[in-house]
């Protein structure tokens, strides 16, 4: 991960922010409990669920906070 990042709201900070991992997991809840009643693998979902198309990062400013995705936060 070599990119340079700025904050797009404060514009100021260069050099601070969490860097986080997105690994999702898919799950079949009970919905008067909230137990998970199945897992599923993100290759073999059923045909009901949708695969997860988000960013893999997001990145939040160690500033001010804010939390986006990384392309928001690459310097050009």
Same mark, same amino acid.
């Given at each position: ?17 969490? &860097? ?18 199945? *897992? +599923? ?6 045909? +009901?669920? &949708? ?7 997001? &990145? ?7 939390? *986006?995705? *990384?392309?928001?936060?690459?310097? +050009?």
């Amino acid at each position: 991960m070599a990119k340079t990042y700025v904050c797009p709201r404060c514009k100021t900070n260069r050099s601070r922010f969490h &860097i986080m991992e997105q690994s999702p997991q898919a799950v079949k809840l009970n919905p008067e409990s909230g137990e998970v009643v199945q *897992e +599923f693998d993100q290759h073999q979902l059923d045909p +009901f669920h &949708i695969p997860y198309k988000g960013p893999t990062y997001r &990145i939040q400013c160690g500033t001010c906070g804010l939390n *986006e995705e *990384e392309r928001l936060f690459m310097s +050009f």
